[in-house]
């Protein structure tokens, strides 16, 4: 994986250039201490200042990357991880990872800028909503902490949604019973 972190590095350098990629990094410096804050103190104490700054730069233009990638080569492509269904997902799956949280203020800091120049999302928000194939209303004022709280942001908004079942011939269900009533009138459940 970091071979691909590498790759979609220079990928990414050459979409926007050497200007923007310092610019990044000295905004990702100058962020390093909210950036520490964002995360138990015991799991990056140990990272050096210049390990810590490159690590968030490189993570980050990682997702914009493969964002953007996934956008541009709907249907086929040679990249290993865009080109393969199973590996777009895998990679999907470990983004909403909790051990894998970037916080998301960084993200946003560092692409915001440039969001309109390198893809067809005006904020970066919409491009990562897309990524995840969340469709919401959500303004772009709505600050996530990390992907993982971005689900939650989106589940709260369609909390007022009213439901529309799609097949109505169906009697709408009227009680639910917990396990504690079936057990009540003779249904066992097997503890395994």
């Known amino acids: 994986m970091e071979d691909k972190k590498n790759t979609y590095f ?6 926007v250039g050497e ?4 610019e990044m990094r000295k905004t ?26 490159d690590l968030i730069l490189r993570d980050s233009i990682f997702i914009m990357e493969f964002s953007i ?10 990249d290993l991880i865009v080109g393969r269904q199973i590996y777009t997902s ?14 998301y203020f960084i993200f946003d800091k560092l692409f915001g800028p440039y969001s309109m120049a390198f893809c067809a999302f005006e904020t970066p928000d919409r491009l990562i909503l897309e990524l ?3 469709h919401t209303k ?5 600050k996530f902490n990390h992907f993982t709280d971005m689900f939650r942001c989106v589940y709260e908004e369609s909390l007022d949604q009213s439901l529309q079942l799609n097949d109505s011939s169906m ?6 019973k917990n396990a504690d009533s079936l057990s009540r009138v003779g249904v066992e459940f097997k503890v395994n």
């Open 10 to 15: 220079a990928s990414f350098t050459e979409r």
């Open 19 to 22: 200007n923007i990629i310092e």
């Open 28 to 53: 990702t410096q100058e962020e390093e201490q909210n950036i520490r804050a964002s995360y138990a103190e015991s799991t990056i104490e140990y990272i050096t200042s210049n390990d810590f700054v």
């Open 69 to 78: 990638k996934l956008q541009e080569f709907r249907g086929s492509s040679d």
């Open 90 to 103: 895998i990679v999907i799956a470990d983004l909403i990872m909790l051990e894998n949280q970037l916080p």
């Open 132 to 134: 995840f194939s969340l």
């Open 138 to 142: 959500i303004k772009t004022t709505t």
């Open 171 to 176: 009697p709408a269900i009227r009680e639910m």
